[in-house]
């Protein structure tokens, strides 16, 4: 199965870190790990040292984020399995999706996508749950900030999920509609 970075990657955001040195990406890579663990240790009610995660616990106060579960895994079950970050009750159906960020920018319409496939699997995954706002943590240094996105349509998100699994380049006008429909002409021409 492919994780929903890599789909993006793929599909969208090619080149999204092209003319970054591998030693500086290796570097931020191990820098987000260590606040991603140190804000579930503090989600397990732990004493955290990381300034990060002193001011992730001040955005949960703040927004009063009642923690459900970190790293908590969705699938389509055939091509897609990612972790979610964070999710939160809201209350006894109803949830919210958080990805922490730790980059030097953050990259709205890139957490956009991975929150609103996250969203949509989520949702699929427990029948009945509703996800009713995702956002980013966006922690750096002395930034943290709790930037609530926009949800990207099911529809959009479905064919995202179709034409990768497919080995298709995605569109906003390859629409799995449409090539449903094209399979049915065909079979009921032959």
Known sequence: MSGITSLLDRQLF???????PDDVLQKAAERG????QQCELADD?????????????SIKAKY????EESEYLVSDNEYYASCIDKVYRYNHDTFY???IKTTYKLDKEYVSWQLSIYAYLFEKQNKGAKVASIFAIWLRGDIHQLVELERIDNDKVENLLYCDSHGLDYSADNLPVVTSEAERMIVDIE
């Open 45 to 57: 009610g732990f004493p955290v040292s990381s300034s990060e995660a002193k001011n992730y616990l």
């Open 33 to 36: 790990t260590m606040i991603h």
């Open 97 to 99: 999706l958080g990805d």
């Open 14 to 20: 090619k080149d999204k870190y092209q003319n970054v």
């Open 64 to 67: 009063q984020l009642v923690h």
